[in-house]
């Protein structure tokens, strides 16, 4: 076990050495700009430092143990948030005034290890609850808006840490444009900008992952030894250089790196000015959570590993709790750092413990050598990062996102530069909001609008009746709706149907109803529910129901209505399924006609529910031509008598009555010829509930329904919800698998108790052994009807779609 260890240790120097390595460089770099370059913070660099370190060692120990799915993940202090900590201790010490430095000092450390445990709080609470997904609805542009807004605050420290101009001076002006063009400034920051842009075009050259660390490190050595040959070549003295700016001026570079802890004193703390602060807190912890649940999906996906995200959430939590606890900032697991470490071996947890020692003994060697490390290597380190934000944010997105998006990242870059970071979030939000809101507005609510007499519902009629349906559906138009219903989007829906009930659409084709299909809808908010009240209002003055469909019972979309009570209102009907409405206005249609001529017709059974609106055909004024059309339709398709002059069949007319119903659209039925089917054909009656035959069954004949319901259940798949259709009066059943012979394509049970007449499969062979000519002729009626009826199938189908 011990050997096994060891030889992990030793396979994973390479890579301690490496993140060892990244821990200097990011340690000395941003640990130096933790607090503002100025007022009573001037001397502090060397204390943020340890405060670096220190939060990189507490994450670093808490992902090796175990916490994090990555073995060899890297944890470090989160440098992004180095702007929110300036604003921070600016508003601490301006609240306090700067004759209070103790005062100041104790405040701005504990706010800043409130932060840390804010922020682990957070995200304990956000993976324990199995909530990280929830972060990845956030636009990401806000955040890559918010990381170029970074990036300008690093260049902008870079110039000031070249400088020595305190950051509160900083501003747009032409004054802070002639302090930085001064000659003697410009021989301050130029060299730290001109290897700055040395690094990137190195590593632009050459794309290898080790480019940019052993660059970073060259220059890291390189640099300072030049550095001190210039010096001692020129004998120049450091205090000299150091008061000149060439070299930090480091007061407590001297004292243990525990030094910090001696500022904690809540005596001195001022809890007024810290509660003030908590605007930048939620900023900061805004942006802090956005992180994690973005860097660990690509951190797996380019280790080709799986992890939880809440898990790592989890382990954010636990590191940031323990480094507020300890008094230090915030950190993460780092994705570039991580990703350099298993590239060369890291991939252990024993590698993760190795580098947290070493960054331990980066620690104890403490701060002092700080005074001696030239401006120009930190500020090009900070210029090289900046550099780097600005460019991921402008650059690298100028083709991947859309022009708005685009317009929001600079507008939160520019609004972070010239005001600061809390207002540059709230205004990144606020500009999605609005882009969000134009953009959905601009697209198309109204999915598709149809006409009645081309969906039809999954019923099977007489021919007649279905005649008589596709001419009068033409009164029937439907409105099938997609996304989300806002005040954004409703304006075009109210649009439409005005203008299908108003002017030359309402002159060519009135309509009796408008079906609303809100099965594509996922929401509706308060204003599209009150404009479907206007809707209704509009449709009620020009007697037309307004009919909704595809709600389903509890549903957001349901109560959104109800809260209006819409579905109270007279003239509006509701449905669960497309079907069931149109199966209703069709029902409506028919009982119209049957209604103004029940002096001479055969009542007729409906399927599906009965109540609702009278269209009251036989009641209406002449002179309306939706009632006009309803009576014109019923006298051209549908028989004036249902029994011929020529003398019935049989003593009860049936089954030629059947059949002349099944038939009559499709041809005239001899019945010289017809006379013998009755040989063939056996009277059933099927009580209410009977299951006929189930899909899969052997085809035992078909049958020709006299009176009553059949319900028909297709079930195409497996995963996709069964198809139901109704067979009444007048129709056929089990007809396509009686004449091919093959097995039953649904399961039909008795919805209604029945009568129909069977013709079997033995007596169909016998018939057309005996009687040719009624056979051939009988079979190709089937096969029209069939074929109709297959094809309303086919498009009460689609229509679900």
């Not at 007279?570 to 079907?579: Q, R």
Request: proline letters at 4%.
């Amino acid at each position: 076990m011990l050997v096994d260890t060891a030889k992990d240790g030793v396979q994973a120097l390479p890579a301690v050495i490496l993140g060892t390595l990244l821990n200097v460089l990011d340690g000395v770099s941003y640990g130096m700009i933790i607090f503002p370059a100025a007022g009573v913070f001037t001397d502090l660099g060397a204390m943020g430092v340890s405060m670096f370190f220190v939060s990189a060692i507490i994450s670093q120990v808490v992902y090796s143990a175990g916490a994090s799915g990555f073995a060899g993940g890297n944890g470090s202090m989160m440098i992004e948030v180095v702007p929110f900590f300036h604003i921070l201790a600016n508003s601490i010490s301006e609240q306090i005034g700067e004759d209070h430095p103790e005062e100041i000092i104790a405040t701005t450390l504990v706010a800043f290890a409130f932060s840390s445990l804010l922020t682990g709080l957070t995200f304990f609470l956000l993976g324990f609850f199995r909530l990280g997904s929830l972060i990845g609805f956030f636009p990401r542009h806000i955040l890559v808006g918010c990381i170029g807004g970074v990036g300008v605050f690093l260049i902008v420290t870079g110039l000031t840490v070249s400088t020595r101009m305190p950051e509160d001076d900083f501003d747009l002006t032409f004054a802070t444009l002639r302090y930085m063009f001064n000659s003697s400034n410009v021989i301050l920051w130029s060299p730290a900008l001109g290897l700055a842009v040395l690094l990137r075009l190195i590593t632009m050259r050459w794309h290898h992952q080790l480019v940019l660390p052993i660059c970073g490190w060259t220059h890291f050595i390189i640099i300072p030894i030049l550095f001190y040959i210039v010096v001692l070549s020129a004998r120049l003295d450091l205090p000299t250089l150091r008061h000149e700016g060439w070299l930090f001026d480091v007061a407590a570079s001297e004292e243990s790196w525990y030094n910090f802890y001696s500022y904690f004193d809540f005596t001195k703390t001022r809890w007024g000015p810290l509660w003030s602060t908590m605007p930048t807190q939620l900023a900061l912890l805004f942006f802090n959570i956005l992180h994690p649940p973005l860097n660990v999906p690509a951190l797996a996906v380019s280790l080709d590993q799986d992890v939880d995200t809440n898990k790592e959430l989890v382990a954010h939590g636990y590191s940031n709790l323990l480094a507020g606890l300890f008094g230090t900032v915030p950190n993460y697991l780092v994705y570039v750092n991580t990703l350099l470490f298993y590239r060369v071996g890291g991939t252990t947890r024993i590698s993760g413990f190795l580098l947290a020692g070493a960054t331990v003994v980066l620690l104890l060697v403490g701060t002092g050598p700080i005074a001696y490390i030239p401006i120009m290597v930190v500020g090009a380190l900070i210029f090289v990062l900046g550099i780097d934000l600005v460019k991921e944010a402008l650059w690298d997105t100028r083709h991947r996102v859309s022009r708005q998006e685009y317009v929001t990242i600079a507008s939160i870059m520019i609004a972070m530069t010239v005001w600061d970071f809390v207002i540059g979030v709230l205004f990144g939000i606020i500009v999605s909001c609005l882009f969000f809101v134009v953009q959905n507005s601009q697209r198309r609510s109204i999915r598709a609008i149809h006409s009645g007499e081309t969906v039809m519902s999954a019923v099977r009629r007489p021919s007649a009746h279905r005649a008589y349906i596709r001419e009068v559906s033409k009164q029937t138009t439907v409105l099938r709706l997609q996304g989300f219903l806002f005040f954004g989007t409703i304006t075009h829906v109210e649009e439409t149907i005005r203008a299908l009930v108003e002017g030359p659409s309402w002159e060519r084709n009135p309509i009796q109803f408008l079906i609303v299909d809100l099965s594509l809808v996922a929401g509706v908010d308060m204003s599209s529910a009150e404009a479907f009240v206007r809707v209704q209002r509009l449709l009620a003055a020009k007697r037309i129901v307004l009919v909704f469909c595809g709600i389903v019972a509890e549903s957001s979309v349901k109560r959104a209505l109800e809260s209006v009570d819409l579905f109270l209102l007279p003239g509006v009907e509701l449905f669960e399924t497309m079907n069931d409405a149109m199966e209703w206005t069709e029902n409506v249609y028919l009982r119209a006609w049957f209604l103004s001529r029940k002096a001479e017709t055969k009542p007729v059974v409906l399927p599906g529910r009965q109540d609702g609106v009278n269209l009251d055909l036989h009641e209406s004024l002449p002179n309306s031509p939706r009632r006009s059309q309803l009576r014109d339709a019923g006298w051209r398709t549908i028989p004036h008598r249902t029994f011929p002059e020529r003398a019935p069949l049989s003593d009860t007319g049936e089954p030629y009555n059947t059949l002349v119903q099944a038939f009559s659209s499709y041809g005239e039925l001899d019945p010289v010829i017809f006379r013998p089917i009755v040989t063939y054909l056996e009277h059933i009656s099927l009580p209410e509930g009977l299951i006929l035959w189930r899909q899969g069954d052997p085809s035992d004949g078909l049958y020709v329904i006299e009176s009553g319901v059949l319900r028909a259940t297709y079930q195409f798949t497996d995963h996709t919800p069964a198809i139901e259709e109704s067979m009444v009066a007048g129709t056929l059943a089990g007809e396509l698998s009686a004449l091919s012979g093959l097995e039953r394509n649904a399961t039909v049970a008795v919805e209604r108790q029945a009568v129909v007449w069977k013709l079997s499969a033995q007596n169909l062979r016998k018939m057309q052994d005996e009687q040719p000519e009624l056979a051939r002729t009988f079979t190709a009626l089937v096969l029209k009807a069939a074929k109709i009826d297959y094809d309303i199938l086919l498009s009460a189908l689609a229509a679900r779609q």
